[in-house]
T-cell receptor, first 109, second 115 residues
Framework: GQNIDQPTEMTATEGAIVQINCTYQTSGFNGLFWYQQHAGEAPTFLSYNVLDGLEEKGRFSSFLSRSKGYSYLLLKELQMKDSASYLCAALDSNYQLIWGAGTKLIIKP | DVKVTQSSRYLVKRTGEKVFLECVQDMDHENMFWYRQDPGLGLRLIYFSYDVKMKEKGDIPEGYSVSREKKERFSLILESASTNQTSMYLC??????????????FGDGTRLSIL
């Protein structure tokens, strides 16, 4: 079957760095998305990786290893507004998104 | 900016009622999707559409139907609402991808309670 695994909850300190991991098993693979979702709001797009390696966008970076079925989202210089759920989703061979349950990130002062 | 608008943020209905959830997008996107989001579960795809008057079942279509009469509007219908359909419903839209896959843009969601 198809499956996405990510931690349920993580806690980090303001100003620090946090890495949110995601492992996936899909029928075929056409890339991996990360979304951010604040409580009570819509998910918003953060990143898309289809090739191996690290892509950096300001304080946020996303990494992909296709051979390991693994991705991570790296958040630097954490701010209180980064408290949110982070959703990992893999695109399978039929171009359908398989979603993880999300990682709730709690930032403490 | 892409705007996906869902008709209601909160909705309370009774068991057995027919419920309509409306979604409109303003970016001329071909693709539209309906998901439900429940605690501890990932987003689950109910139905999607790649064109007007076209619809495809997602992972959990039972108890639901959809309508896409115009490109910008995608409606989700609960034929006879049941308590297990109490959930957050999210609508999304996207352009077709060419190599790079276009991200989905989401509405703010409708929190539906069935009593």
């Amino acid at each position: 079957g198809q499956n996405i695994d990510q931690p349920t909850e993580m806690t980090a300190t303001e100003g620090a760095i946090v890495q949110i991991n995601c492992t996936y098993q899909t029928s075929g693979f056409n890339g991996l998305f990360w979304y951010q979702q604040h409580a009570g709001e819509a998910p918003t797009f953060l990143s898309y990786n289809v090739l191996d390696g690290l892509e950096e966008k300001g304080r946020f970076s996303s990494f992909l290893s296709r051979s390991k079925g693994y991705s991570y989202l790296l958040l630097k210089e954490l701010q209180m507004k980064d408290s949110a759920s982070y959703l990992c989703a893999a695109l399978d061979s039929n171009y359908q998104l398989i979603w993880g349950a999300g990682t709730k990130l709690i930032i403490k002062p | 900016d892409v705007k996906v608008t869902q008709s209601s943020r909160y909705l309370v209905k009774r068991t057995g009622e027919k419920v309509f959830l409306e979604c409109v997008q303003d970016m001329d996107h071909e693709n539209m999707f309906w998901y439900r989001q429940d605690p501890g579960l990932g987003l689950r795809l109910i139905y999607f559409s790649y064109d007007v008057k076209m619809k495809e079942k997602g992972d959990i279509p039972e108890g639901y139907s959809v309508s896409r009469e115009k490109k910008e509007r995608f409606s989700l219908i609960l034929e006879s609402a049941s308590t297990n359909q109490t959930s957050m419903y999210l609508c999304a839209s996207s352009s077709p991808g060419q190599g790079y896959q276009q991200p989905q843009h989401f509405g703010d969601g409708t929190r539906l309670s069935i009593l």
